[in-house]
């Protein structure tokens, strides 16, 4: 779940996505229902641990899936809305989280690199529109 | 307190450098209080270690049937990859053992054995004649790819 705590202290710590996407509404796991949007969550997909030979494992790669709500445009005009509003907030998702090595949200970061774009997925009640961007974190304790 | 009594997966695995060489090449020589033992950590894969003996044939023509005579044995190659971490003493010693053209040093080799009083543990010289760093990909770790030339016979100490 570290991976989880690196990302989310990168996003919140980006103002150009902030001022989109309020910190209090950058949340860890699955978001609770009736929360506003714009919203995002983070969530981990999978932790991998590296084990030697001695036992134990002190190094962690986690997938975590930053996924990004948004209104669908025909609800809400905005410019954080529809297909074009999720573009823009995943192109500061993206920005918010480059290669870092050192303590990030008080965990050892050893690298954050960039994997894959998930669909665009609507959803009717209420209209939304969403899409996820994965980080392959990883990080040692 | 016994010897393990099923088999055993290799976790628990330790290994160790000495650049100090045993009186003798035994159990006796290489638990002497003289060997200073410095631990190698993150060792992800520690290799293979044993022996493998050359067989000279004669084919007597009386009997045609191949005789085969033992000859040299050769303990081979134990072929290691490191997780790099510069700041262990046990990686350092390895680096500074591959930088000597021809200075053997003391290796040992620690099984967990669980609940045994003393672990399976075995013991032999080599030489170091690789220390490769392998940085990979962006996906990758950085490794140490580290062979050890192996000059003696394996001396194993039972666990009990």
Known sequence: ?141 | MTAPTEVQGTVGLRMFISATAPETVDEAGFTSTDIVWTEIEQIGTPGNHGGTKNVNTFIPVKTGTVAKIGGSTDYGTMSMMLGNLYSDAGQRLLETAFGQRNTHYSFKMQYDDGNAVTDETHYFRALVSQFERQDGDANGVRQIACTLNISSNIVVVAPT
């Open chain 1, 1 to 141: 779940m570290s991976g989880v705590l690196i990302i989310r202290a990168k996003l919140a710590a980006h103002a150009p996505l902030t001022a989109i996407v309020p910190a209090a509404r950058i949340m860890e796991g699955d978001l609770p229902e009736g929360t506003p949007v714009p919203a995002i969550s983070i969530t981990q997909v999978d932790s991998i641990p590296r084990v030697t030979v001695k036992g134990g494992a002190t190094y962690f790669t986690e997938r975590v899936q930053v996924t990004v709500f948004t209104a669908d445009a025909e609800v809400d005009g905005s410019s954080a809305s529809g297909y074009t509003g999720l573009r823009a907030i995943l192109d500061l998702v993206r920005a918010a989280c480059p290669h870092t090595r050192g303590t990030v949200g008080g965990v050892k970061c050893d690298a954050i690199v960039l994997d894959i774009e998930g669909p665009t997925l609507a959803v009717a009640n209420p209209a939304m529109v969403s899409r996820s961007r994965d980080f392959l974190v990883r990080w040692s304790s």
